[in-house]
């Protein structure tokens, strides 16, 4: 059990009948020594998000989630199926996919993530490297600040990129936030 200020982005709590991950987190002192702690939390198994008041006191179960190491294998309508080393099948919906989508890729490395030995949503790893399908040509003298045109990878995602990035070439995007990282 760990109180509410113990708490932290990224940990999974129980909250009524569903584990939900935090999304944010944020204290706030009150008067006559009464603290609260305001979080927004994101359902694992029905996708739903909410925010809610604690005090800082409370005290909530902590979710330890099982996590395995997988290859992507296919799609097979409305499931994402991966597979582990050892040849066993995991579907995950697609629900449940949220932002991977944009990257997912034929044999990707990711980890499925499981609770109650079944699977809920899939991490992907910090960066990932994808080819430009799709730029335009760069304007010559538009230089003025940090200046980025817009490109598409095979999934059909837009990514931001600086002016020196054509069409073929790989870049390095990082999976957190959408954002181009370098040129590989």
């Not at 997988?70 to 066993?88: I, K, L, Q, R």
């Not at 109650?116 to 790893?125: C, F, H, Q, W, Y």
């Not at 003298?141 to 054509?166: H, N, R």
Request: with cysteine; hydrophobic share 35%; aromatic share 8%.
């Amino acid at each position: 059990m760990k109180t509410a200020q113990e708490i932290r982005v990224g940990n999974v709590i129980m909250h009524g009948k569903d584990p939900m991950v935090v999304l944010r987190t944020e204290y706030q002192r009150g008067g006559r020594g009464s603290s609260t702690v305001r979080m927004k939390l994101k359902s694992l198994i029905a996708n739903f998000g909410t925010e809610v008041v604690f005090r800082a006191d409370d005290k909530m179960d902590q979710v330890i989630l099982d996590k395995k190491e997988c290859t992507y294998s296919y799609f097979a309508d409305p499931m994402y199926v991966c597979m582990d080393t050892e040849f066993n099948q995991y579907e995950v919906e697609a629900t449940n996919m949220g932002d991977a989508l944009n990257y997912l890729e034929d044999g990707m490395e990711l980890e499925v993530v499981f609770y109650n030995e079944k699977a809920i949503s899939v991490e992907l790893p910090t960066s990932v490297v994808r080819e430009i399908t799709w730029t335009e040509p760069a304007v010559k003298g538009d230089t003025s600040g940090k200046v980025l045109k817009p490109a598409k990878i095979a999934t059909g995602m837009e990514v931001p990129v600086p002016l020196f990035v054509s069409q073929g070439d790989k870049i390095e995007i990082d999976t957190r936030t959408g954002e181009y990282r370098k040129r590989v």
